[in-house]
């Protein structure tokens, strides 16, 4: 069973500009979570989606979106990009919603804003 | 690429010998732990998980331990392998979604 796939792998943006970026869970699974990952603040929660609804979400701005699809692929967007939006972007997949589960992380996402 | 920063706490173990990492969780209303390894230039990946009805669950080479009175979660890992070296990080569930740690960073030395 192939693991959880983020495209791209590497991505160079301006600031002001936008960046979509692509996660696609394990097969089966229909949930997405995306997580932000910098040196300063660790790990910190973004988004869940489940069957196309969010729901939950951490505490970040409204620059940060995200969406799911009927196949359980998500995008998430950032606009207006910041140069403290430069992170490793984490999409984790799991089969339920919440917290009933393992969550299977993508190798992320390296976003430089410069 | 890296994990994390450059001042996590780190813990340096010989080879062969055995590793605790510790982590105090925040909520006392969290009900589901779990313990992920994250090696340079890939995404964290589940090792060990613990419900909060259990005080300790063991896997393969590894044992979760989990003090309720205290908030406080360890990671055991036995005869530990340069493979191991990584961040380990502990998530709580709180809530409808997880919160992690900070990491830890352990180093193996031959």
């Known amino acids: 069973k192939a693991g959880v796939t983020q495209t791209p792998r590497y991505l160079i943006k301006t600031r002001g500009q936008q960046v979509t970026l692509s996660c696609s869970p394990i097969?089966?699974?229909?949930?997405v979570s995306w997580y932000q990952q910098t040196p300063g603040q660790g790990l910190q929660f973004l988004f869940e989606?489940?069957?196309?609804?969010?729901?939950n979400k951490g505490n970040f701005p409204g620059r940060f979106s995200g969406r799911q699809f009927s196949n359980s692929r998500s995008e998430m967007n950032v606009s207006t990009l910041e140069l403290g939006d430069s992170a490793l972007y984490l999409c984790?997949?799991?089969?339920?919603?919440?917290?009933?589960?393992?969550?299977?992380f993508g190798q992320g996402t390296r976003l430089t804003v410069v | 690429g890296e994990n994390v920063g450059l001042h996590l706490p780190t813990l340096s173990v010989q080879e062969g010998d055995n590793s605790i990492i510790n982590c105090a969780y925040s909520n006392s209303a969290s009900d589901y732990f779990i313990w992920y390894k994250q090696e340079s230039g890939k995404g964290p990946q589940f090792i060990i998980d613990i419900r909060s009805n259990m005080d300790k669950r063991q896997g393969q080479r590894v044992t979760v331990l989990l003090n309720k009175t205290v908030k406080h979660l360890s990671l055991q890992i036995a005869a530990t392998q340069p493979g191991d070296s990584a961040v380990y990080f502990c998530?709580?569930?709180?809530?409808?979604?997880?919160?992690f740690g900070p990491g830890t960073r352990l180093s193996v030395l031959p």
């Open positions: 097969s089966g699974h229909r949930s």
């Open positions: 989606y489940f069957s196309e609804t969010q729901r």
């Open positions: 984790a997949s799991s089969l339920e919603t919440g917290t009933n589960g393992k969550a299977f």
């Open positions: 998530a709580e569930n709180y809530g409808q979604n997880f919160v």
